[in-house]
């Protein structure tokens, strides 16, 4: 079914709680975490509970769970006190997609060059 937990996806494995992360803020819909390799001071990713491979596919299938998404990542910048950040769905292996569970990274705490490259 759409949205079930996935055995081999990595951030499925972080909402069960069998793969650890260091969690900033968690609802019923979604969960915030540090990034294992952080490229900048606030380097936070919020993901969806439900299990859907990109943003696009989050948003066509539960456009409230996407805003739900977008709400938590601007509430991540303000607890992280990052004013000015960036918020990103890479989606493609082209644009740098590694993890086939939604996640938007939020990016703060240091000057961000446009374009990204
Ligand atoms: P993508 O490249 O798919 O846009 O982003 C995946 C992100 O997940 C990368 O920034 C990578 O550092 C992060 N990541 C990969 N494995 C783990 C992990 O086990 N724990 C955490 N917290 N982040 C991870
Ligand atoms: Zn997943």
């Known amino acids: 079914m759409a949205g079930e937990a996935q055995d081999d996806c990595l951030f499925c494995k972080i909402v069960a709680g069998d793969v ?7 609802t019923e819909t979604t969960v915030a975490f540090r990034d294992i390799n952080p490229q ?5 990713l919020v993901i969806p509970k439900a299990h859907y491979p990109d943003a696009a596919s989050l948003a066509a299938a539960e456009p409230a769970i996407a805003a739900d998404v ?4 601007g509430e991540v910048a303000a607890q992280e006190k990052a004013e000015s950040h960036r918020i990103v769905f890479n989606t493609g292996t082209g644009a740098g997609q590694t993890v086939f569970h939604t996640h938007a990274h939020v990016l703060g705490g240091r000057g961000l060059q446009w374009p990204p490259g």
């Open 20 to 26: 650890p992360a260091t969690v900033v803020r968690e």
């Open 40 to 44: 900048a001071p606030t380097h936070v």
């Open 70 to 73: 977008l709400r938590e990542a």
